[in-house]
Nanobody, 129 residues
Framework: QVQLVESGGGLVQAGGSLRLGCAPS????????MGWFRRAPGKERELVAT????????YYTDSVNGRFTISGDNGKNMVYLQMNSLKPEDTAVYYC??????????????????????WGQGTQVTVSS
């Protein structure tokens, strides 16, 4: 069974930084892309950032573009999210996900939850004002 385990969440003041990590446990697997999603209190889960292993392209939702950076290691199926200039509205549970069997080429790929096969349990990020 494949599991993803997130780390690095916590409490930080507005303007601060956190670095989230995601590593696999259980059986080995390969993936075409990995991503970070988040669910704020009372809201639907939303995409934060993605990284495609074919070509290394990245995507960020508008609200984090310029503040967050996604990076990773394709061979180890590990992904990171460097979050700078954090705002109270970034408070959420952050989930990492891996697209294990869904291959997509071109623009607009890996922005929907159905494209991701493996998910982590989430890590809480709280930004105080």
């Amino acid at each position: 069974q494949v599991q993803l385990v997130e780390s690095g969440g916590g409490l930080v003041q507005a303007g601060g930084s956190l670095r989230l990590g995601c590593a696999p446990s259980g059986r080995t697997f390969s993936s075409f892309a990995m991503g970070w999603f988040r669910r704020a209190p009372g809201k639907e889960r939303e995409l934060v950032a993605t990284i495609s292993w074919t070509g290394g392209s990245t995507y960020y939702t508008d609200s984090v573009n310029g503040r967050f950076t996604i990076s990773g290691d394709n061979g180890k199926n590990m992904v990171y999210l460097q979050m700078n200039s954090l705002k109270p509205e970034d408070t959420a549970v952050y989930y990492c996900a891996a697209a294990g069997s869904y291959y997509c080429a071109g623009s607009g790929c890996y922005r929907e939850e159905y494209e991701y096969e493996y998910w982590g349990q989430g890590t809480q990020v709280t930004v105080s004002s």
